[in-house]
């Protein structure tokens, strides 16, 4: 049987809401993902290996190859359901930075399971593929749609969005590794505060107005991170201050990234930037394609 090579993509988040706790330990919330051309590869290949005999290999030492991986999960969650599945080997090279949230654990367990529904023949569909997903994570799901879309309950509810123009994006992440547990664990949601409304931003998103979109980005994370990591806090400070449309912290963090008028200032902002990892993409539609 044929290996299958996937790009599996980054997204950033434009606004994320707090809307309260459930019961279950979760929360609900309201968001905007956004895809970005930042990926990580992932070659698919399936053995004559006994199912438990999975094989993860990645190029990156911070990203771990046992169970503890979502990749691993992704495996064993099909193979349980789907017997025929043998050990798979899987091979990742990483460009997606780590813990950093920008979705790179989420988007390649999508990408596992996407390509086990092909290499198998399971016929699965994008419905399936989805409910499959948020067993693994609550965004999963969103990266077997990609592009721009609402996210609702606790991000798994998605309806797409008319895709945002082209624009660079400059991804700033200062080294810091922050848990996404941790960072719910700090916040505090005050009865008095007023939730944002995500309508606001989806007008902006719809007719394509990057002026507004980027005046009315927010994300109630940043303020247990913030109010813990300083320095990034003045970080997004720099970056408001020197692109076009502005700056926010993306998911939990620790990625702070900003929307800039094009390639140039992108470029010019990327390098005034000390930070222990500077990038510069942009936005795009997919959230996984084969390679």
């Not at 082209?166 to 960072?183: D, K, Q």
């Not at 939730?195 to 109630?220: C, K, P, S, T, Y």
């Amino acid at each position: 049987m044929d290996d299958i090579r996937l790009r599996a993509y980054a997204k950033v988040n434009l606004f994320l809401e707090i809307i309260g706790k459930r019961r279950d330990g979760y929360h609900n919330l309201e968001t905007v993902f956004q895809s970005v051309d930042l990926h990580d590869l992932l070659v698919i290949r399936p053995t004559h290996r006994r199912p438990e005999q999975n094989y993860i290999q990645c190029d990156h030492p911070a990203v771990p190859t046992d169970a503890n991986n979502l990749v691993w999960k992704a495996i064993t969650l099909l193979q349980t359901h789907y017997p025929q599945i043998n050990g798979i080997e899987i091979g990742i090279q990483k460009r997606i930075p780590v813990a950093a949230g920008l979705g790179g654990g989420s988007a390649n367990a999508a990408a596992v399971l996407f390509g086990l529904n092909h290499l198998y023949d399971l016929r699965l569909s994008d419905d399936d593929l989805r409910r499959f997903g948020c067993q693994l994570g609550a965004d999963v799901p969103f990266f077997f749609m990609g592009g721009t879309a609402l996210g609702e309950g606790i991000g798994n509810q998605l309806t797409p969005l008319n895709p945002l123009p082209e624009v660079e994006v400059v991804l700033a992440n200062s080294g810091v590794r922050i848990s996404t547990p941790w960072v719910y664990q700090q916040l505090k949601l005050p009865l008095t505060v007023e939730n944002r409304d995500v309508r606001i931003v989806r007008q902006f998103i719809e007719h394509g107005d990057l002026q507004n979109l980027g005046a009315n980005m927010f994300n109630r994370l940043e303020t247990p991170v913030f109010a813990n990591y300083p320095e990034l806090e003045r970080l997004k400070q720099v970056l408001v201050r020197e692109c076009a449309y502005g700056a926010l912290m993306s998911g939990s963090g620790a990625t702070l990234f900003a929307l800039a008028a094009d390639k140039s200032q992108a470029r010019q902002l990327a390098g005034s930037l000390q930070c222990d990892l500077v990038l510069c993409t942009r936005t795009t539609s997919a959230g996984l394609e084969v390679a």
